[in-house]
Protein backbone atom coordinates (compact mmCIF):
# COMPACT_ATOMS: atom_id res chain seq x y z
CA UNK A 1 0.00 0.00 0.00
CA UNK A 2 0.73 3.46 -0.66
CA UNK A 3 1.83 5.66 2.24
CA UNK A 4 0.90 9.23 2.55
CA UNK A 5 3.91 10.71 1.90
CA UNK A 6 4.37 9.44 -1.36
CA UNK A 7 1.57 10.56 -2.43
CA UNK A 8 2.36 13.98 -0.97
CA UNK A 9 5.45 13.86 -3.08
CA UNK A 10 3.57 12.47 -6.06
CA UNK A 11 0.94 15.39 -5.97
CA UNK A 12 4.16 18.20 -5.14
CA UNK A 13 5.93 17.09 -8.17
CA UNK A 14 3.19 17.22 -10.34
CA UNK A 15 1.81 20.36 -9.15
CA UNK A 16 5.59 22.12 -10.04
CA UNK A 17 5.69 20.20 -13.29
CA UNK A 18 2.40 21.91 -14.22
CA UNK A 19 3.43 24.97 -12.81
CA UNK A 20 6.57 25.13 -15.44
CA UNK A 21 4.60 23.64 -18.13
CA UNK A 22 2.48 27.21 -18.02
CA UNK A 23 5.41 29.56 -17.67
CA UNK A 24 7.26 27.69 -20.60
CA UNK A 25 4.14 27.93 -22.47
CA UNK A 26 3.47 31.75 -21.16
CA UNK A 27 7.57 32.85 -22.22
CA UNK A 28 7.12 30.38 -25.82
CA UNK A 29 3.68 32.65 -26.58
CA UNK A 30 4.95 35.80 -25.82
CA UNK A 31 8.54 35.44 -27.62
CA UNK A 32 6.58 34.11 -30.86
CA UNK A 33 4.01 36.93 -30.42
CA UNK A 34 2.88 38.40 -34.19
CA UNK A 35 -0.64 39.85 -35.20
CA UNK A 36 -1.67 36.40 -34.83
CA UNK A 37 -5.57 35.59 -32.93
CA UNK A 38 -5.78 33.89 -29.98
CA UNK A 39 -8.33 30.67 -30.09
CA UNK A 40 -8.58 28.25 -27.35
CA UNK A 41 -11.35 26.51 -25.07
CA UNK A 42 -11.38 24.99 -21.55
CA UNK A 43 -13.18 22.17 -20.01
CA UNK A 44 -14.90 22.05 -16.41
CA UNK A 45 -15.53 18.65 -15.17
CA UNK A 46 -18.81 18.48 -12.77
CA UNK A 47 -18.56 14.45 -11.84
CA UNK A 48 -17.82 12.83 -14.42
CA UNK A 49 -19.87 15.46 -17.08
CA UNK A 50 -17.69 17.45 -18.76
CA UNK A 51 -19.17 21.28 -19.53
CA UNK A 52 -17.03 22.37 -22.54
CA UNK A 53 -16.68 25.84 -24.09
CA UNK A 54 -14.15 27.53 -26.99
CA UNK A 55 -13.58 30.23 -28.90
CA UNK A 56 -13.87 28.23 -32.43
CA UNK A 57 -14.66 24.62 -33.63
CA UNK A 58 -11.20 23.17 -34.07
CA UNK A 59 -10.50 24.30 -30.00
CA UNK A 60 -13.94 22.98 -29.31
CA UNK A 61 -13.19 19.57 -30.44
CA UNK A 62 -10.19 19.11 -29.22
CA UNK A 63 -11.15 20.21 -25.64
CA UNK A 64 -13.85 17.76 -26.37
CA UNK A 65 -12.37 14.83 -27.22
CA UNK A 66 -9.80 15.42 -24.58
CA UNK A 67 -12.38 15.84 -21.59
CA UNK A 68 -14.30 12.59 -22.46
CA UNK A 69 -10.81 10.95 -22.87
CA UNK A 70 -9.83 11.69 -19.24
CA UNK A 71 -13.47 11.32 -17.95
CA UNK A 72 -13.28 7.39 -19.17
CA UNK A 73 -9.61 7.14 -18.00
CA UNK A 74 -10.95 8.73 -14.54
CA UNK A 75 -14.00 6.17 -14.43
CA UNK A 76 -11.97 3.17 -15.22
CA UNK A 77 -9.52 4.11 -12.58
CA UNK A 78 -12.25 4.47 -10.22
CA UNK A 79 -13.98 1.08 -11.14
CA UNK A 80 -10.29 -0.67 -10.79
CA UNK A 81 -9.63 1.22 -7.26
CA UNK A 82 -12.96 -0.35 -6.03
CA UNK A 83 -12.68 -3.56 -6.87
CA UNK A 84 -8.83 -3.94 -5.92
CA UNK A 85 -9.37 -1.80 -2.20
CA UNK A 86 -11.81 -5.07 -1.12
Do not use: Q
Not at 4 to 20: D, K, M, N, S
Amino acid sequence: MTDAGTLYTVGFTLLFAGIIVLVIGVILAFLSSSKSTAKGGGAILVGPIPIVFGTDKKSLRTVLVLSITLTIILTVATIIFHFTSK
